[in-house]
């Protein structure tokens, strides 16, 4: 610990120094001139000063304020007799106190030390504060490393928040070009999306569970009347939000249009067949160099209503029939719509299934049965979407989207849902 004295009186400052020595203070600087207070303060840079102002003038108070200015350090005052006039010239300074004279070595003792403690104290606030100020700045500038055009020359608070304002202005601007563009991408995608009314109509007692994940939606639910057949699925396409919706636009359309054409009502595996011709030819899949594997999976039937009979065919996904109480499964083939990794071999086979009065069809996207959730963290799997269909054999038709979505959402709880989710149920 270093101690510097400004003292005039030898005697004072012979028996000051003994006294500090023996208390353990390792260096004392003694000096007896202003001129030579301020070489020593800037060299040594002492934890404590004793300045004695025993002359009428006082002259070194005012050196004192100066190097208080440039560092926080604890003062002792020298008197030989403490007054009020005494009290006022010294207040400016803070003195931690005085020490009078003759010197009482415990009074010394215990002005230095609590000097010493509040010094520390003071340090290490000064040191916590710091700490905490380097904390933040670090904490600035990774904020504002990705905003680094927006940081001026001089770093001005005023600058700053101007350019803040300015960019927050920008980006809630783009941001709801952005959301009023996805909107009227799904005003779009509705439009393409058969209404209630339309399913009724056609499939009579339904029910539709659709949930995108996003806004819009890779999967789409797909219907057509042609003659005397109806044809409708669940069409899952490569990705979701804005992609996937494009995708969707492209595979009602194709899929209108194959279904539309020609005099014949074709199966629903000629329909997947012409579809991933049609979705190759038209994303350009089969151009040299391109591997883009975009497609989409498909659960697609054809039901005539008059002879009971329904023709599935499947790209990956399945179709479950609920009749008496038991569940069966249809497969579907193991290739997707679109897409050469499987180059021409993509070929689908229809099951032909003769219904029954109050037999119940279903088909779905992966959507709910890749939902991670549950106690577990699992996901849901298909073998727990047939047993929540059995268990809800006896609920109405109308009533089965409510109730599947209540369970999907208590399955899924605080995460996040993975993918767009499609469900068809048809009862006859």
Known sequence: MKVLIIENDATHTFKLKEILTNLGYEKVEIVSDSKSAIITFEKEQPNLILVDINDSECRYIEIVTQFKKSKEIPVLYIVSSLNDEILEKTKSTEPIG???????????????????????????????????????????????????????????????KQELAQTKALIEAQSKKIVDSINYSLRIQQSIIPSSE???????????????????????????????????????????????????????????????????????????????????????????????ADGMDAALCRIDFEKKELLFSGAHLPLLLLRDGELATFKGDKFPVGGMQYRNRNTYSDHTIQLKEKDRVFVFSDGIIDQVGGEENMKWMTSRLKEFIIENQEVSMTDFKETISQKFEEFKGEHKQVDDVLLIGVEI
């Open 98 to 160: 005085f020490i009078t004279i003759p010197f009482d070595i415990l009074q010394l003792k215990s002005l230095i030390n609590t000097a010493f403690m509040l010094h520390s104290k003071f340090t290490s606030n000064i040191d916590q504060l710091n700490e905490q100020l380097n904390m933040a700045m670090m904490q600035v500038d990774e904020l504002t490393e990705t905003n680094a055009h927006l940081i001026t020359a001089t770093f001005r608070e005023r600058a700053l």
């Open 198 to 292: 339309t399913f009724k109509e056609a499939l009579g007692n339904h029910s539709v569970f659709y949930k995108p994940k996003d806004v819009v939606s890779g999967d789409f639910p797909w219907l057509m009347r042609k003659d005397n057949y109806v044809y409708y699925g669940a069409i899952d396409c490569t990705g979701h939000g804005v992609p996937g919706a494009m995708m969707s636009m492209i595979g009602n359309l194709l899929l209108n249009a194959i279904v539309e054409n020609g005099n014949s009502c074709k199966t629903p595996s000629e329909v997947l067949a012409e579809l991933h011709k049609a979705v190759v030819q038209t994303l350009k899949q089969d151009a040299e160099g391109n591997k883009a």
